[in-house]
């Protein structure tokens, strides 16, 4: 499909954004291993469609043009607008699909080498809109694309980006993300979670399956771990909500960086928490059957409630909080 639509003045004075679009939508079998989407910048909505149902790839191309003064006469004007040169630009970045027994995958070009050299202000704007059926594995790789999954996604993801970001509200299977410099949501994980941001947040709510999380110079936060989980951070916040049921093992580590554990007054857990230099261990409503070290030193390993599975923190020049709270089952 191709529209080309011009807006006349708006309010005060000013013309509304031009509009140039071009729209796409395949549908594609189900292939035995995964489906792929690569598209380096836009956005990216992932949907579980029904069971049986095809692969369907919808992406949306668009130029637009910030809103300029009424008496800039170039603007919005029919003969002014180089006809070829948006033709030649929507062919450089028409979707291209690749279709076999294993893998089907969408592939959009780079945006960012697109130039318009009749004018600069103008810009390409790309959404891309992937559903699949459940059960079937995703990957999508980008550059500084974002990705949302708004509702739940039965199957496994996996997404890998330089910089964009990454929502999303359910995966009923295994998550791994990974983006250098944007951040990665997630409210809840049923399988497998691998979550890595170098300088980004890492947030997650319930992680049901056993769950690796990192980050260099970001925060991670956990609110609610129930598979085995280990934390790995570089000059990074941790902060960790612990309720039953806990994990068998709970490993959380970082270079130089508060961690803050938010535990469920009757919960019964074993804490085994150390720092060093500056730092000290800080217990805050709760009453620890002490080990060894104790509140307000750079070491304790307690009880809690008679004690029951292992967290073991370490942390290096900073402090650990335990924060007593009320449970979350009320």
Request: charged content about 20%; glycine content about 10%.
């Amino acid at each position: 499909m191709f529209c080309l639509l011009f807006v006349g003045p708006g309010l005060a004075g000013v013309v509304q954004a031009e509009l140039l679009e071009r729209a796409y939508r395949r549908s594609f079998p189900v292939p035995s291993q995964t489906v792929m989407v690569e598209a380096a910048r836009g956005m990216i909505e992932v949907v579980t469609g029904l069971p049986g149902s095809e692969v369907v790839f919808e992406v949306n191309e668009q130029v637009q043009r910030a809103a300029k003064p009424v008496e800039d006469a170039t603007v919005g004007t029919a003969s002014t607008l180089p006809q070829a040169g948006y033709a030649r630009i929507f062919a450089r970045m028409e979707p291209r699909f690749e279709v076999g027994a294993k893998l089907v995958r969408l592939s959009v070009a780079d945006s960012q080498a697109v130039v318009f050299d009749w004018d600069p202000t103008l810009r390409m704007v790309i959404l891309i809109k992937v559903t699949v059926p459940p059960g079937v594995s995703l990957a999508v790789q980008n550059v500084s694309a974002g990705v949302s999954v708004p509702a739940t996604f039965k199957g496994n993801l996996k997404v890998g980006s330089d910089s964009g970001s990454v929502y999303a509200q359910c995966i009923e299977g295994d998550f791994l993300a990974r983006t250098d410099s944007g951040s990665v949501t997630v409210a809840e994980v049923t399988g497998r979670a691998e979550l890595r941001s170098d300088s980004g947040l890492v947030l997650a709510g319930i992680l049901s399956g056993p769950a690796f999380l990192r980050t260099s110079n970001g925060s991670i936060e956990v609110q609610q771990p129930r598979g085995d989980l280990k934390v790995r951070g570089d000059h990074a916040d941790i902060i960790l909500g612990l309720s039953a049921p806990l994990p068998a093992s709970t490993d959380i580590r970082t270079s130089a960086g508060v961690v803050t554990l938010n535990i469920d007054a009757n919960l019964p857990v074993t804490i085994d928490a150390a720092t060093k230099l500056l730092g000290t261990v800080r217990v805050r409503g709760l009453a620890p059957a002490v080990r060894e070290g104790g509140p307000g030193r750079s070491v304790l390993v307690a009880d809690f409630n008679g004690g029951g599975p292992l967290v073991k923190v370490r942390t290096f020049g900073a402090a650990v909080a335990i924060i007593g709270r009320a449970p979350l089952d009320g």
